[in-house]
């Protein structure tokens, strides 16, 4: 199985992007799916997360009201809606699976989020 990250760019502070994370390969299941974002010289910090089966959703405090994780499970992809961008959510965005447990052990390439302020 592998986990394709898509849909980064760059946009204007206060524009939105969403991004794409698709699993391939064989049957996928996963206990949960999320994101990760790192910035230049930063470490790999949580963003959002949503529990596979329920829908249960969990958010950094840094992007709470602004960006929405959703799944489409016959697609076998998630989704990061991020409106109101802020030049510090400038980072590269992982989509990563916790297929066992809550435990990260699936990830994909990152993709490039630059806010321009």
């Known amino acids: 199985v592998q986990l394709q990250a898509s849909g980064g760019g760059l946009v204007q502070a206060g524009g939105s992007l969403r991004l794409s994370c698709a699993a391939s390969?064989?049957?996928?299941?996963?206990?949960?799916m999320g994101w990760f974002r790192q910035a230049p010289g930063k470490e790999r910090e949580f963003v959002a997360a949503?529990?596979?089966?329920?829908?249960?959703?969990y958010y950094a405090d840094s992007v709470k009201g602004r960006f929405t994780i959703s799944r489409d499970n016959a697609k076998n992809t998630e989704y990061l809606q991020m409106n109101s961008l802020k030049p510090e959510d400038t980072a590269v965005y992982y989509c990563a699976a916790a297929q066992y447990g809550l435990n990260y052990d699936l990830w994909g390439q990152g993709t490039l989020v630059t806010v321009s302020s």
């Open positions: 390969g064989r049957t996928f299941t996963t206990y949960r």
């Open positions: 949503i529990t596979w089966n329920t829908g249960s959703t």
